[in-house]
């Protein structure tokens, strides 16, 4: 069996030759980026052959790959059949998630109101006289009534029981004993709220005994390696053997590590943590619960169920309390996941008020409006660009990446996060150069590149050199091969600005027929909320600019940070809020963009960037 050696992770894994070098990455604990689950299309799944293989480049690495590259012997994983020991260098992952951990709120100003109670008591010793069973002599001391507690639960209680003086704890959830605990242990009751993006995966630790956000942890979503979008992974669920085990296994296995990595943040134990609160969007919930999300796909888009689920931790092998519940907050519909239910539910949008849109920017748009006190939402396809996937040189939210574009003093500046040398751009950076080439007047409002051949005149002499033909139309250069941190341009393409335009199209679309159905107009809406990381750092004037939001006063669109996960947060600290939460994903009037023939007016009328009517 060949043997694959990864640097600098020095990991060492033995595959069946054969073996697909992604896959090898995979089994071996390794991240390898990528967007288009091994097709050979994105480019993004470049690793560095240095030593052990020899082949020949494959179409799609001819394609991808500079020759610089290839002689360097950087090769596509997905492309490469391992047949012999290699060694392979990895690139290492830029963290892309701080971004999506330092947003966490959603429960200050929440009473205290977990739904798991801790009671410790002290039991009378039996006796002769009173012979009372031990579950029953805790039961009478608990005076909660009838609770139910399984086999497992009371395994080594009779000596826990001695061994602690007849000082025990109970935890309990419902009419449900989920724990029995030696001595008193009510200072430690924990809960974790997961926001389970497609992309990434973020989870929380509460201390539900004061409702506060102790430590937070995120992931790249590992279902990532079947795709970047949930089409891509409910083909994979229906159509591939094993799919949807595969792609329930990935996204457990990465609630266990961030459940891993909070734990030894807080040094809490394991089974003090009672319960689990997770939003996702549809397709997310149904892998998360191993249910079949096929028919989520095809019109007319059924989902397998909507409501809350609820399941014990150790049935999804979740390593919290084995008795641990874990709750996933319900769907609206297909399209519309309870991650929507948890922006409502963090935005009060459930409750009456202003005239308000909710905008949770991601791969999917999930679009919600309040307007005369009714709840509608829809969901629009925008596609991976504000994610920075199937952008030529697009990248999440990591160190060196492009996050600001500005045309000031007739140049170009640019913004990298944390200062690091640019690598690639991501979404708010995207949106900004649109902007900015939009001013600079080298982009038409068509999206065209203003073509340097025909209109020679209209090209600043400062930009000349910098607007040139790539290999599918005119691209400008932010960033020379000298300056950046790979060593290649960094260019912004054609293709890049007409991702860009079906993006932003389907959002647009997407809120002119909420707007519509309300009967109301633009000039109406009191707010637009943006949630999400990427809602909380794009910059409102690039998005006003590019005609992406409402023409609405800038002060008037506010970001409102993870408010999925802020959702999630809230329904796990209060029993109130959870309430309100089931509640509201039965009141919200979902409607589907994809039977409306008005959609496709109002998409085709939003692909130019121009401001919205
Ligand atoms: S080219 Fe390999 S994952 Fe896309």
Redesign the pocket.
């Known amino acids: 069996m060949p043997i694959v050696k990864f640097v600098p992770q020095n990991k060492e894994i033995d595959v069946a030759a054969g073996t697909n070098l ?1 896959k090898a990455a995979d089994d071996a604990g390794l991240y ?15 690793v560095k052959v240095i030593g052990g293989a020899d082949e020949p480049p494959t179409t ?1 690495e001819s394609k ?1 790959l500079s020759e610089s590259e290839l002689k360097a012997g950087w090769v ?4 490469r059949n391992i047949e012999k020991d290699c060694t392979v260098e990895v690139p290492v992952q830029k963290d892309a998630h701080t971004r999506k951990t330092t947003l966490a709120g959603g429960v200050e100003n929440l009473d205290v109101e977990p739904a798991v109670e801790k009671i410790a008591v002290k039991l009378n010793r039996p006796a002769v006289k009173d012979q009372t069973a031990d579950l029953e002599r805790l039961l009478a001391e608990l005076e909660k009534g009838e609770l139910h507690v399984k086999p497992r639960e009371l395994a080594g209680f009779p000596s826990m029981l001695r061994k602690n003086s007849y000082s025990v704890t109970a935890a309990i959830s419902g009419k449900r004993i989920l724990s029995i605990e030696p001595g008193d242990t009510t200072e430690q009751l924990y809960g974790v709220a997961f926001d389970i993006g497609t992309t990434t995966i973020v989870g929380s630790l509460l201390d539900l005994k004061t409702a506060s956000v102790i430590a937070v942890a995120a992931v790249t979503n590992p279902q990532n390696i079947y795709g970047a979008d949930v089409i891509s992974r409910i083909t994979h669920a229906s159509q591939a053997e094993d799919g949807l085990k595969q792609l329930q296994d990935k996204v457990i296995e990465a609630v266990n590590k961030i459940i891993h990595d909070l734990l030894r943040q807080t040094k809490i134990a394991r089974d003090r943590i009672y319960e689990i609160i997770a939003v996702g969007n549809t397709t997310m919930s149904h892998l998360f619960m191993g249910i079949d999300p096929t028919y989520l796909a095809p019109a007319p888009f059924i989902p397998a169920y909507s409501k809350a689920l609820e399941v014990e931790a150790a049935e999804l092998g979740i390593r919290i309390n084995p008795a641990g519940r874990v709750i996933f907050l319900p769907n609206i519909a297909g399209y519309v996941g309870s991650d929507t239910v948890g922006v409502i539910l963090a935005a009060e949008l459930d409750l009456p008020g202003d005239n308000c849109a909710a905008i949770d920017i991601g791969t999917n748009g999930e679009l919600v409006l309040r307007a005369n006190d009714k709840l509608m939402a829809c969901s629009t396809a925008a596609g991976p660009a504000f994610e920075g996937a199937q952008i030529k040189q697009g990248m999440r939210a990591a160190a060196g990446a492009i996050e600001t574009v500005s045309y000031i003093n007739d140049g170009i500046e640019l913004k990298m996060i944390d200062d690091a040398p640019a690598c690639g751009i991501c979404g708010s950076g995207l949106i900004d150069a649109a902007s900015a080439l939009l001013d600079a007047g080298l982009v038409e409002p068509s999206g065209r590149f203003v073509n340097p051949e025909e209109n020679p005149d209209k090209i600043p002499a400062q930009f000349k050199d910098r607007l040139r033909r790539g290999n599918g139309g005119y691209e400008f250069v932010l960033v020379s091969g000298k300056e950046s941190d790979t060593g290649e341009d960094i260019v912004i393409s054609q293709g890049d600005l007409r991702e860009l335009q079906l993006a932003k199209g389907a959002i647009n679309a997407g809120l002119m027929i909420l707007l519509k159905e309300a009967d109301i107009s633009e000039n109406d809406l009191d707010r637009v909320l943006l949630a999400g990381a990427f809602g909380n750092y794009v910059r409102r004037e690039s998005a006003l600019g590019i005609g992406l939001l409402p023409q609405i006063p800038a002060e008037k669109i506010i970001a409102i940070g993870n408010a999925a996960g802020d959702g999630a947060r809230m329904a796990l600290a209060s029993l109130t809020m959870r309430k309100r939460a089931f509640e509201l994903s039965k009141t919200v009037k979902h409607m589907e963009l994809s039977t409306r023939p008005d959609f496709q007016e109002f998409f085709v009328d939003a692909l130019p960037f121009r401001k919205m009517q």
């Open positions: 992604l390898i980026e990528g967007d288009c689950a091994g097709k050979g299309t994105c480019g993004k799944c470049r799609a991808l596509l994983a997905c492309q």
